[in-house]
């Protein structure tokens, strides 16, 4: 498990350590226009810095993301809503502007492609789960902070739970002071960045 991951990454050298520069990764047709027009700024010094081919210049930048951790290249070991395997088909799908640009106080006359998909949806759960309903609200985490700028608000909501194991309710009680601070914190701040006005135009 610790070392999943380790496939696809490389010890990829820096550009200098890979180029010259006395190598370019394009050609250029000799310019015919001498005319400086950038007066005392101009300087035909070499700069020193390495040229690549085109596919060493590839392979450097793809060897490069494979160092950003991503589902593609190991399991994420946590099961925040952020980080499940979302498959591409869904992103791309999810991406459409019937569904993307969707915005909460649109009329309803001009969202029904949406409302059908999440109706269809819903009765498919329904129907493999067996229960009697389901809800597609959407949740907070990677759906919170880029809605605010479409006008979904933050709404501070209230719930109460009691542990019975006073061994595990002390640090919950805790854990549960802070984050409702910062909770309301943040929902403050986020608050400021809507994209109407206090009366909602």
Sequence with gaps: MKNSNKGLNHDEPILFDIGDIDKSGVD???????????????????IGLPGLSEPESIRHYVRLSRKNYSIDAGLYPLGSCTMKHNPRLNEKLARLKGFSEVHPLQPISTCQGALELIDEISNWLKELTGMEAVTMTPKAGAQGEHKISRGYLPNLTYSNHWFNNEVLSKPIQDFLTKENKK???VADYLSKFSPFSENGN
Excluded: A, Q, Y
Excluded at 28 to 46: C, M, Q, V, Y
């Design 183 to 185: 909770t309301v914190e």
């Design 28 to 46: 250029l047709n000799n310019s015919t226009f001498k005319e400086n027009l950038i007066g005392g700024s101009f300087d035909d010094r070499e």
